[in-house]
């Protein structure tokens, strides 16, 4: 079952490249997905992230219990675990349950409504409208998302830092400059495309191939968010393994 | 014309259609008609290329369209409209939006010529008020005349119409009968029609294929249906006593009226 099944998501990724019929429309659904995806998860990404910052801030103040670590080691350690786990890990499995399942669901809808049938009939193909707009406008707007949830975490934790009297902001930021390893951007970066990549196309194939009704669409949205959360996982350990030894 | 010429169809090893031959003739309404389950809807999806046929061919005016690659079979899709049983309607666009998607695919006409189109649709389903409602704003006989609407709007050569009457009042379903037969006249389209309506069959059906699990038992026109002999077809269609009432008094009527020299009426 499990080669079958990823037999047909390598088909559907296959079918994905064929000429546009039109390329103005084609693109006109990638911005409107572009919106939906990214527009659409901006306000639980900014609520997420600062709150991640800010508990990350109190509860690495809360284990550094010797006076002799200096206080700039919070925001380093803020930072770094920020940029390489926190923002693009689990923003993104959040954004593997906010967007995996409104992609599942949309397409699964469209599926049993026999739209996507309407689409073929016309003469479309359809994982290439439907599909592959979503795919590039999730490999656009995730990073980009998790850039600004790196920045809002950093910033909700030097406010939490200051509200709670933990360490001065003055501190904060001279700790965030310190010791400070570009490469951990590249990572970061690394692994919001390979996210971003798994929880679109991951959540169009069980949308795309849903067979039946209400019940299977719920099941195909619920499938496509713990598939993406999984793959999400084992993404982050693998490429942790590779690029950071 | 459509030709379909021993077709076979499965799935997962049962057999849904077996050896099926027919043509659907060009600037009439063909009928396809049969119980639940008999295969109409599998025919037709073959027909249009959403299935893949295990046996057998289908020709579009002497083209081979089940060995066509995608590439080609755009080509003839392009040339086809297809009303569907739940109508399909994109229900994020309105119902401007829905009969315009084909032209803003595939035409190359200006806005205004794209909105002329559309307008022309419209009025001719008589929706001339709906264009800026959402397919949940509107009844489900409006539903289906915007389906027509947007499977004509290419000016198509073949018309499929999948169960178009299925949740319809009988008032709206002999609208629907009606806009289809005169659409088939007024633009000569080869027009396919799934049902198992019989007011449509009496009505628009030019040229009637009977299905039974999948194998095709009767073929003819809405003038020899009714006398059949075939067993199968005479059950489905006189399934209720009502008409099986109508249809004795019917030849009782033509018996008496041969008696005394006058010709039945209608």
């Known amino acids: 079952m499990f080669f079958f099944r990823f037999g047909q998501y390598l088909l559907m990724l296959k079918g994905m490249f064929s000429r546009p019929e039109n390329l103005k429309m084609y693109w006109k659904e990638f911005m409107h997905q572009c919106v939906e995806i990214g527009i659409g998860s901006l306000g639980i990404v900014m609520i997420i992230s600062l709150f991640l910052g800010g508990v990350t801030t109190v509860q690495t103040a809360y284990q550094l219990i010797s006076p002799w670590i200096p206080k700039t080691t919070i925001s380093m350690v803020v930072r770094d675990t920020l940029i ?6 689990m923003v993104c499995i959040v954004l593997a349950g906010v967007i995996g399942s409104k992609i599942s669901s949309e397409l699964g809808n469209m599926r049993v ?7 073929e009939i016309m003469g479309i193909n359809t994982r290439g409208y439907l599909v592959l707009p979503k795919i590039l406008a999730a490999l656009l707007v995730i990073p980009l998302l998790v850039i600004i949830a790196g920045f809002l975490g950093i910033w909700g934790g030097l406010e939490a830092g200051k509200m709670a009297g933990i360490i001065a902001p003055q501190q904060f930021m001279q700790g965030l400059v310190m010791n400070f390893n570009s490469f951990n951007v590249f990572f970061a970066l690394i692994k919001s495309y390979t996210f971003a990549f798994i929880i679109s196309s991951v959540s ?7 067979k039946g009704g209400a019940l299977e669409i719920g099941r195909a949205s619920t499938t496509a968010v713990v598939v993406s959360c999984i793959l ?5 350990y693998g490429l942790a393994a590779i690029l950071l030894q | 014309m459509i030709e379909v010429i021993n077709v076979s169809k499965g799935f997962g090893g049962n057999t849904v259609m077996k050896e099926v031959s027919a043509v659907m003739y060009s600037g009439k309404t063909n009928l396809i008609i049969g119980t639940s389950g008999s295969g109409k809807t599998v025919l037709m999806k073959c027909m249009v290329g959403l299935f893949e046929v295990d046996t057998g061919r289908i020709l579009y005016n002497g083209q081979d369209f089940t060995a066509m690659t995608d590439r080609e079979k755009k080509g003839i ?3 086809i409209g297809m009303l569907f049983q739940g109508t399909a309607l994109f229900d994020s666009m309105t119902v401007k939006q829905n009969v315009m998607f084909p032209l803003d695919m595939f035409s190359p006409l200006s806005y205004k010529e794209k909105m002329n189109r559309v307008n022309f649709c419209l009025d001719r389903v008589n929706l001339q008020d709906a264009h800026n409602k959402y397919p949940a704003e509107i009844s489900g006989g409006m539903k289906k005349r915007v389906g027509i609407a947007r499977a004509i709007v290419l000016n198509p050569r073949y018309l499929f119409c999948d169960e178009p009457n299925s949740g ?6 002999l609208l629907i009968d009606k806009l289809i037969k005169e659409i088939t006249l007024e633009f000569d389209i ?8 019989m007011n449509s069959v009496m009505e628009i059906g030019d040229h009637i294929i009977y299905l039974y699990e999948g194998i095709k038992q009767w073929e003819g026109t809405k003038k020899d249906i009714i006398f059949s002999k075939n067993e199968k ?5 006189f399934a209720s006593e009502f008409l099986q009432d109508a249809k004795e008094m019917r030849q009782l009527e033509i018996m008496q009226n041969k008696d005394s020299g006058n010709p039945p009426i209608g």
């Open chain 2, 190 to 197: 080869t027009t396919v029609i799934n049902t198992h309506d």
């Open chain 1, 204 to 210: 169009a194939y069980y949308g795309y191939h849903v």
């Open chain 1, 232 to 236: 999400i996982l084992f993404a982050d």
């Open chain 1, 113 to 119: 409504s026999e739209q996507i049938d309407a689409l």
């Open chain 2, 168 to 173: 319809l009042d009988p008032q709206s379903s």
């Open chain 1, 84 to 89: 390489l786990e926190l923002a693009p890990t």
């Open chain 2, 77 to 79: 899709r392009e040339q």
């Open chain 2, 233 to 237: 077809l005479n059950h489905f269609i």
